[in-house]
C-alpha cells in the first residue's frame, strides 16, 4: 500500500499499482479522505489508514474502510472568526474545509477544501467570511444560507494562507 492523496495497492512487490482508495467519489473504489500519513498493519489482515480526516480501517484489502473516527469533533484549525453579537464561530480548517458553529450549537460544513481565514461582521453576525487557499474569499449575508465569491479586482492570487482582517470602523471593507 502507498498512500498520497489518494491510495495504491500493489500486490506483486511493486511491480505495478492499482487505486484502492481516492479522496473524491469516482464510483469504483471506496471513498477515503485525502492527504495519507500512516499506513499500518494490526497482524497480516487489518490496515490502519491516518489521514487528514481521521483514522480508517480496512480488513478485507481495502475493498471497504470504515471511519473510525466519524462520530468524533476533531479537526486541525488554521483560522476561527468569533461574532460579537451571538454564539456563532467559523472556523476554517486544515482539509476539512470551512465549519460554522451557529448560535443554537450546530456545526455545518460550509466549504470544502481547506478552509483558510475567516470572520464575522462585529455589528452584523448575518455577514460572515470563509476562505479556500490562495485568496478565494467567500461572503454570506445571511448566516451561512449562501456564498458567494469576493475577490480584489487584480489577475493575482494570494499565498496559500491569504490573512485578512474586516476594518474596524467598517467592517464591511476587507484589508
Known amino acids: 500500500y502507498l498512500g498520497g492523496v489518494n491510495t495504491w495497492k500493489s500486490t ?3 511491480t505495478s499499482w492499482t487505486i484502492n482508495t481516492m479522496w473524491t467519489s469516482s464510483g469504483s473504489v471506496p471513498v477515503v479522505h485525502a492527504d495519507k500519513h500512516a499506513l499500518e498493519f494490526q497482524n497480516n489482515t487489518t490496515l490502519f489508514q491516518g489521514n487528514d480526516g481521521g483514522i480508517y480501517r480496512t480488513t478485507n484489502g481495502g475493498t471497504s474502510w470504515t471511519d473510525l473516527t466519524n462520530t468524533m469533533a476533531i479537526s486541525q484549525l488554521y483560522r476561527l472568526g468569533v461574532a460579537q453579537t451571538s454564539a456563532t464561530l467559523i472556523g476554517g480548517l486544515q482539509d476539512n474545509g470551512t465549519k460554522l458553529r451557529s ?17 464575522i461582521n462585529p455589528s452584523n453576525g448575518s455577514y460572515m467570511y470563509g476562505e479556500l ?11 451561512g444560507s449562501t456564498w458567494t465569491t469576493i475577490k480584489p479586482n487584480t489577475s493575482e492570487q494570494g499565498g496559500w494562507i491569504t490573512p485578512f482582517a474586516l476594518a474596524p470602523s467598517t467592517p464591511a471593507t476587507i484589508y
Not at 448560535?103 to 470572520?119: R, S
Not at 487557499?133 to 448566516?143: A, E, F, L, M, Q
Open 103 to 119: 448560535a443554537t450549537g450546530t456545526w455545518t460544513d460550509e466549504i470544502g477544501g481547506d478552509g483558510m481565514d475567516c470572520a
Open 133 to 143: 487557499y490562495y485568496g478565494d474569499i467567500k461572503r454570506s449575508t445571511n448566516g
Open 12 to 14: 506483486n512487490g511493486g
